[in-house]
Structures are given as C-alpha cells and as structure tokens.
T-cell receptor, first 111, second 114 residues
Framework: GAGVSQSPSNKVTEKGKDVELRCDPI?????LYWYRQSLGQGLEFLIY????????KSGLPSDRFSAERTGGSVSTLTIQRTQQEDSAVYLC?????????FGPGTRLLVL | SQQGEEDPQALSIQEGENATMNCSYK?????LQWYRQNSGRGLVHLIL?????REKHSGRLRVTLDTSKKSSSLLITASRAADTASYFC??????????????FGQGTILTVHP
C-alpha cells in the first residue's frame, strides 16, 4: 500500500515569507508526528496528533510554527515569517502502534 | 538534553565485518527502537525491543537492551556496502502522556567500504 507522502519535496523561500508543508499519512493510521532534522543532526520532535485528542505541541520551537490535521488524515505544518534557522528537513511520520512510518521529508531552505 | 546518546558518532568498516552501535538513555522507557536513514531523507524502522526484553534478532541485526545501565546496542553482522547509512535509536518514554511519542538520538553514521 501507499506509504507516507510529503509535499513539496523541496522548498526554497525568502526570509519572512510563510510556508506550508503537507503530510499525507498512511490510511487508517491514527497518530501523526512532525519532526525537524537540521544538517547532520538527529530528529527534533515538533508536534504529535493522536486521533481526536488535543495535539501534543510541546516541541514547537516558537509561535511561528503551527500545525493542523484535518479529518484525522492530512496534516499541514505552517511556518510563518520564516527565518534562516528554520532551514532543515521536515519529516512526517504516522503510526497505528509503536512503529512509526516516515515520509521522505521536505527540505526547506530559507534564503 | 538528548534522551538518547549514540556512540560512536561515525563508524567506518570493511564489507564483511560486523558493526556495533551503542545507545544510552536517561529515563525509564516502554521500548527502544532502531531506525535507519539513507541520504538524509525518511527513516526506516529496523527493530523494536521492549523494556522487558533483553535481546532480539532480525536477519543480520541483533539488538540488546540493558535497562539497569540504560543502554542498548545494535549489531549488524556481515556488513554490506548497502548498509551504509545513518542509524538512530529512539526511546518511547515510560509514564508519558503521549503514547508512542519517540525521542531520537543524534545517530551513528556507518560507512561500509566494498
């Protein structure tokens, strides 16, 4: 079956612009996660959606970052007024149990 | 600070040799998982070991868990050039309110030379 998909694959933007990153999880997966990975670093947890529960936003680095998950499926991560330090690969994962299935990521470059 | 600390940061071996990577963590866990990442893109799940397990095998992979030392190791036997990748451990913390939320280590970069 289809895996987790993310779009766009790459995004180049100018400092100060807003960007939206999309994640399509595996159908039927109740949990959805967003992570950020800076060059050569590990994964930094951003936000977690589980079913209809309130999302765990504890990893969002600032109020410029927000995410929503519509209809328990597709999720959008929005970064407002982007900064150069936001440049990273943004990874989405979904799960129905303990194992997480990752998408290919969106590589964001803020100039 | 990171929950997971991995050692070594980089490992370079010849094809056919075994590769061992270690992961240490700080707080009690429900389970520990190992993931592999190629070329800085999506991660692939390799193996999960629960807190009440000590060792698991999957093909050429062997994972151990020592909860008294809060450490785990991943052994890849008879390595191949295709095993070249970054390997991450991730912990599912016990007592957390977010079921399944993982905390990742910094990773070990493994290079296997043909």
């Amino acid at each position: 079956g289809a895996g987790v998909s993310q779009s766009p694959s790459n995004k180049v933007t100018e400092k100060g612009k807003d960007v939206e990153l999309r994640c399509d999880p595996i159908s039927g997966h109740t949990a959805l996660y967003w992570y950020r990975q800076s060059l050569g670093q590990g994964l930094e947890f951003l936000i977690y959606f589980q079913g209809n529960s309130a999302p765990d936003k504890s990893g969002l680095p600032s109020d410029r970052f927000s995410a929503e998950r519509t209809g328990g499926s597709v999720s959008t991560l929005t970064i407002q007024r982007t900064q150069q330090e936001d440049s990273a690969v943004y990874l989405c994962a979904s799960s129905i149990a303990e194992t997480q299935y990752f998408g290919p990521g969106t590589r964001l470059l803020v100039l | 600070s990171q929950q997971g600390e991995e050692d070594p940061q980089a490992l370079s071996i010849q094809e056919g040799e075994n590769a061992t990577m270690n992961c240490s963590y700080k707080t009690s866990i429900n389970n520990l998982q190992w993931y592999r990442q190629n070329s800085g893109r999506g991660l692939v799940h390799l193996i999960l070991i629960r807190s009440n397990e000590r060792e698991k095998h999957s093909g050429r992979l062997r994972v151990t868990l020592d909860t008294s030392k809060k450490s785990s190791s991943l052994l890849i036997t008879a390595s191949r050039a295709a095993d070249t990748a970054s390997y991450f451990c991730a912990t599912d913390l016990a007592g957390g309110t977010s079921y399944g939320k993982l905390t990742f280590g910094q990773g070990t970069i493994l290079t296997v030379h043909p």
